[in-house]
């Protein structure tokens, strides 16, 4: 999926980096760096899905941290705001199910 295709439907935003975006629209957030999904935040119901490319890279993982402290509910931004050790923290988020993983967007 790219961002041409969902030009009509999300407002898009360049993040921190110009290979980093966000697509928002009334009810939902994406977080999408180069041609990946990474993440998928549900406003209204407050759920956040990450998608297989979140822990590509280092670069990747620092915006991820960027979306999930600037952009989700303050429940997503704390697992990675007191810790060290974020990327442990996101998969033990997973593992228990705080946050959700797919491997298909």
Do not use: P
């Not at 980096?17 to 180069?34: D, G, M, P, R, T």
């Not at 990946?36 to 590509?56: G, H, P, V």
């Not at 997503?76 to 593992?95: Q, W």
Request: proline share 0%; glycine share 0%; aromatic share 16%.
């Amino acid at each position: 999926m790219t961002i041409k295709q969902l030009k009509n439907i999300f407002k898009v935003e360049q993040l921190e980096n110009k290979n980093q975006f966000l697509l928002s629209s009334a009810s939902a957030l994406i977080f999408q760096s180069y041609e990946s999904i990474i993440a998928y935040y549900d406003k209204q119901k407050q759920e956040l899905t990450l998608f297989s490319d979140w822990n590509y890279s280092q670069t990747t993982r620092k915006h991820l941290y960027i979306f999930m402290l600037n952009y989700c509910a303050w429940t997503f931004g704390e697992i990675v705001a007191y810790t060290n050790n974020k990327r442990r923290a996101i998969e033990e988020a997973i593992k228990s199910k705080k946050i959700k993983f797919s491997r298909v967007f």
